[in-house]
């Protein structure tokens, strides 16, 4: 993954993964209910789009859902575009 030392901000407060490259901030808007991580919307700066930015921070999503062993429900349709492309990630559903 090009972005792996790039860390992933679970902001609790604010209902988002927020994924900072180049001083320009990407996020990812949820919205939590028991178990289950609703991704809502991804947000990516136009200075940083066609860079693999929105794959990644979404990556790195489905790892921390995973290893809080939360469930998926991909509201997002670019979610739901990366989920299609990547159906390894099925397993969250």
Same mark, same amino acid.
């Given at each position: 993954?090009?972005?792996?030392?790039?860390?992933?901000?679970?902001?609790?407060?604010?209902?988002?993964?927020?994924?900072?490259?180049?001083?320009? #901030?990407?996020?990812?808007? /949820?919205?939590?209910?028991?178990?289950?991580?609703? #991704? &809502?919307?991804?947000? &990516?700066?136009?200075?940083?789009?066609?860079?693999? &930015?929105?794959?990644?921070?979404?990556?790195?999503? /489905?790892?921390?859902?995973?290893?809080?062993?939360?469930?998926?429900?991909?509201?997002?349709?670019? &979610?739901? #575009?990366?989920?299609?492309?990547?159906?390894?990630?099925?397993?969250?559903?």
């Amino acid at each position: 993954m090009k972005y792996e030392e790039t860390p992933l901000i679970y902001n609790e407060n604010d209902h988002r993964f927020e994924f900072t490259v180049d001083n320009h #901030l990407s996020l990812i808007d /949820f919205k939590r209910k028991g178990d289950t991580i609703y #991704l &809502v919307h991804t947000e &990516v700066p136009e200075e940083l789009e066609g860079k693999g &930015v929105a794959a990644a921070m979404v990556e790195k999503t /489905f790892q921390y859902i995973e290893e809080h062993n939360l469930k998926l429900a991909p509201y997002c349709s670019y &979610v739901q #575009l990366y989920l299609k492309r990547h159906p390894e990630w099925n397993r969250l559903l």
